[in-house]
């Protein structure tokens, strides 16, 4: 009989302690949430306290390579404590001036009129069913089959063309081809063969293919010329009159500023306090005098757990401020000129520069905002991929987006509605070889309609 010999294997397990845990999460904070878990642990431990402000880092002075960002120190002074009691109040007021302003959405809308309705409780149920399932558009998010219980489902035709008939009329359908159908029928203006024409002919509406409508239909070329201009009478995206979206108010976690012929880079961190270590604490724990087990313990550990968590606020700002500075360093051209001289960048280039791993970077970026003299722009806006150019330039996705932007206003400006094809050819011409396809997309992307509705 064989027996196995016990065999010692070494393995290497990386377990990751509460500290580094904690390090991590803040490294992703933005500062509005960095300010709440200060906050949270000044509440929460005994040996931190609250000091003085932090000074300003200008680029230069970073790249010299003699900042010195002593942002924490042990001190006593309780600093701005108060501040929190007027942010309390502040927010206060701003939640009751948010809510006595709320502007009435899709939803609101619908569900008021709804109410008004003479209709039996089954089909209000089902109709309450219908409307929250609305996109902002006023279209289906989901199939309404799926939604509706099978009880019900009978009374689904009758109720989702009582919704379509509210105002704004059009919503409850699948996409802007079907609304504008519902529209159409709904309309004692519309002309002729609209409906039909809608429902078997719209590419050719959109491509405002005339001659192979009359083609293949009865209709004449003044019908369909009327039916077209009748469209754009029409609302394809109905919920928008009626947009669920508030106005958010982004605060930025960077600062960038020309003053005076330099760049000048800082934290916006005018609410956030500055930390140290409690002196009383300091001192109870370097006495020699006896104290009991428990006591010195809880001294120690508030101590230390004080120590992490100001090194790690430390190393967050001071990553994030290199990673900003990086950032700026190759979107030079971008803080000088603007948007459409935002150049190719990676997480990995940024990575490599500054040293850091590109999970890192991605931790750091995410969430956060800079403030430039183009406007507040999140720091992931400033990596993108190359896109296909000629020649010495290089061309971000943004850049591009921002390109087209100008050629559509520049056109629309002179009463011309360029085509997604028209504006590739254009975008050819100085060097950048995009698809039609990729220009529709970045169209819709920049929220910019087709030339058919522009």
């Not at 402000?53 to 680029?59: A, L, T, W």
Request: net charge negative; hydrophobic share 35%; proline share 5%.
């Amino acid at each position: 009989m064989q027996y196995q010999k016990p065999v010692i294997v070494q393995q290497q397990k990386l377990k990751m302690s509460p500290q580094l845990y904690q390090s991590i999460k803040l490294m992703a904070m933005p500062m509005q949430e960095l300010k709440l878990k200060i906050q949270e642990e000044l509440e929460q431990n005994p040996a931190l306290e609250v000091v003085d402000e932090s000074p300003e880092i200008s680029i230069e002075e970073m790249s010299s390579g003699t900042e010195d960002y002593d942002y924490f120190e042990n001190s006593s002074d309780p600093g701005r404590l108060s501040s929190y009691d007027q942010e309390a109040s502040d927010s206060k007021q701003k939640f009751i001036e948010g809510a006595l302003t709320r502007p009435e959405s899709l939803h609101d809308h619908l569900m008021w009129q709804l109410r008004l309705q003479p209709i039996p409780s089954d089909w209000f149920r089902v109709g309450e069913l219908l409307i929250w399932n609305l996109d902002q558009n006023g279209f289906h998010l989901e199939d309404p089959l799926k939604l509706v219980p099978v009880e019900l489902r009978k009374h689904l035709p009758e109720v989702q063309r009582l919704i379509q008939q509210l105002d704004p009329q059009g919503t409850c359908t699948r996409d802007y081809r079907e609304s504008l159908k519902v529209q159409a029928a709904l309309s004692p203006a519309a002309p002729p063969g609209a409906v039909e024409l809608i429902d078997q002919y719209f590419e050719l509406l959109e491509k405002r293919s005339i001659s192979d409508i009359t083609k293949k239909t009865k209709f004449s070329t003044e019908e369909v010329e009327a039916v077209i201009d009748f469209l754009k009478t029409l609302t394809p995206y109905p919920g928008r009159l009626y947009s669920n979206e508030e106005t958010t108010y982004v605060i930025p976690d960077v600062l960038v500023r020309h003053e005076e012929g330099e760049f000048r880079l800082y934290l916006n961190d005018e609410d956030i306090p500055r930390l140290g270590i409690s002196p009383i604490f300091s001192e109870m724990e370097s006495e020699t005098i006896e104290q009991a087990k428990e006591d010195r313990r809880f001294v120690k550990r508030s101590v230390r757990d004080a120590q992490w968590f100001i090194s790690s606020i430390e190393q967050r700002n001071q990553t994030l401020l290199k990673i900003a500075r990086c950032i700026f360093e190759f979107q030079r051209k971008f803080f000088l000129y603007g948007p459409k001289q935002l150049a190719p960048l990676t997480l990995k280039d940024v990575a490599a520069e500054v040293k850091v791993h590109e999970t890192t970077v991605s931790r750091i970026v995410n969430s956060k905002y800079i403030q430039t003299e183009w406007g507040i722009f999140p720091l992931k806006y400033f990596f993108s991929n190359q896109v296909s150019s000629t020649g010495n330039n290089r061309y971000s996705k943004e850049a591009v987006k921002e390109i087209i932007r100008e050629i559509i206003a520049e056109n629309s400006e002179n009463g011309k509605k360029l085509s997604d094809q028209k504006i590739s050819d254009s975008l050819k011409k100085r060097g950048i070889s995009i698809a039609r396809r990729t220009v529709t997309k970045y169209r819709k992307e920049l929220d910019i309609d087709s030339s058919y509705y522009r």
